[in-house]
């Protein structure tokens, strides 16, 4: 079956590693949609921090951000899905990091917040192109009703948690991985393969006509759903399991290598 519809991952998929779209990606991803490709983004980032690549990209149907939780349109900005935490499970993630010092994002109204300009803040800001609302202690006390929060930690940090925020918030939140340091929360039945479902369905595209291209735990539901998903070079052991195809990684065209391969070589 032909594809029509391909969705990326941003950071370590479309992106090299100097956070830019190599050329030859541009134009595999051009030549795609003057055959009547769909392309579109699916990325763990926050909605503003897409919109300059769908520009680039040329992208002209809604892009998949926070992980899944919302679906809009780069350029008319309407919303086609979004679902947030609720007020009192985001309350419970807060303390608990408040009770155990670590750090956390939160996201609400396509803004992120923190509780001071950190390290981990200015990193992330650097990586988004996006600056952070610092609110001091306010952090805690304010009503967060997230579409997305995010913990920065090394890897061993993270495990642990992930094992706390299970053990005490169970299904009620998904959590995943993206880079090797941030945990993605979100509502539980938010995840990249459910949004790239939704889009499908307003596109009337069958599932079988989907590629799906990632390189992290969170691009897992989006790879695993798609009729073709392709891991990338740099992709975790996790995503290439289920992966029909690996590709090259990130720093040698690996997106534009999958489309030139499975896409335009059709």
């Not at 590693?17 to 030859?24: C, E, H, M, P, Y």
């Not at 699916?42 to 951000?65: E, H, W, Y």
């Not at 945990?183 to 595209?205: F, R, S």
Request: proline residues 3%; charged residues 25%; contains cysteine.
């Amino acid at each position: 079956m032909a594809i029509k519809l391909v969705a990326i991952d941003m950071d370590d998929t479309l992106l090299d590693n100097t956070l830019k779209v190599s050329s030859r990606t541009c134009e595999a991803i051009r030549k795609a949609q003057e055959q009547g490709v769909i392309v579109t983004i699916a990325t763990g980032r926050m909605f503003a921090s897409v919109v300059p690549f769908a520009q680039q990209l040329n992208i002209q149907v809604p892009v998949i951000s926070y992980n899944g939780g919302m679906v809009r349109h780069p350029h008319s900005k309407e919303v086609l899905f979004h679902q947030s935490l609720g007020a009192t499970i985001a309350g419970k993630i807060v303390e608990i990091f408040r009770e155990r010092g670590w750090y956390l994002q939160s996201y609400m109204d396509d803004e992120f917040y923190v509780i001071e300009r950190c390290e981990k803040a200015k990193g992330y800001e650097k990586l988004s192109g996006i600056q952070a609302i610092v609110v001091g202690d306010a952090f805690y006390t304010m009503k967060h009703e997230p579409t997305k929060m995010l913990s920065v930690a090394e890897p061993h940090e993270l495990e642990e948690i992930q094992q706390v925020l299970n053990k005490e918030l169970g299904d009620t939140v998904f959590l995943a991985t993206s880079k090797s340091r941030f945990l993605e929360i979100t509502h539980p039945q938010v995840n990249k393969g459910h949004a790239l479902a939704v889009l499908a369905e307003k596109l009337m595209i069958r599932q079988d006509e989907i590629m799906a291209i990632g390189d992290s735990n969170n691009d897992y539901p989006m790879i695993e759903y798609a009729g073709f998903g392709v891991a990338m070079g740099n992709a975790s052991a996790r995503v290439k399991s289920i992966a029909q195809a690996v590709t090259a990684d990130n720093n040698h065209h690996g997106v534009a290598e999958a489309i030139e391969k499975y896409v335009l070589a059709k």
